[in-house]
Nanobody
Framework: QVQLVESGGGLVQAGGSLRLSCTASGRTVSSYAMGWLRQAPGKEREFVGSIRRDGGITNYADSVKGRFTVSRDNTKNTVYLQMNSLKPEDTAVYYC????????????????WGQGTQVTVSA
């Protein structure tokens, strides 16, 4: 079992950048495909991006493609979400998730979740 803790959320102006971090304990992140989900108030949870267990391939939602980057540093047991060119519609609670598999896709239910971190983008 793995425990996930997100950090790095906050308030940023539109056009700005933030980097979220997700640090794991209990088991190493190298055992999992990792990813990020988000949920805005009154909206359904949304897939943001994912990265293979070996870090070789990433996948993104169309809404963030070209602006967000998922990366991982297995030596630090940490996964990152670099968010650039932020828009007000990116405002949401962002969750780090883990899937006990080589890859994780948007249609799959994650196996583990973090507690979430709030990202607010002002216009």
């Amino acid at each position: 079992q793995v425990q996930l803790v997100e950090s790095g959320g906050g308030l940023v102006q539109a056009g700005g950048s933030l980097r979220l971090s997700c640090t794991a304990s209990g088991r190493t992140v190298s055992s999992y495909a990792m990813g990020w989900l988000r949920q805005a108030p009154g909206k359904e949870r949304e897939f943001v991006g994912s990265i293979r267990r070996d870090g070789g391939i990433t996948n993104y939602a169309d809404s963030v493609k070209g602006r967000f980057t998922v990366s991982r540093d297995n030596t630090k047991n940490t996964v990152y979400l670099q968010m650039n060119s932020l828009k007000p519609e990116d405002t949401a609670v962002y969750y780090c998730v883990a899937k006990d598999a080589v890859s994780w896709y948007a249609y799959q239910q994650p196996d583990f979740w973090g507690q979430g971190t709030q990202v607010t983008v002002s216009a």
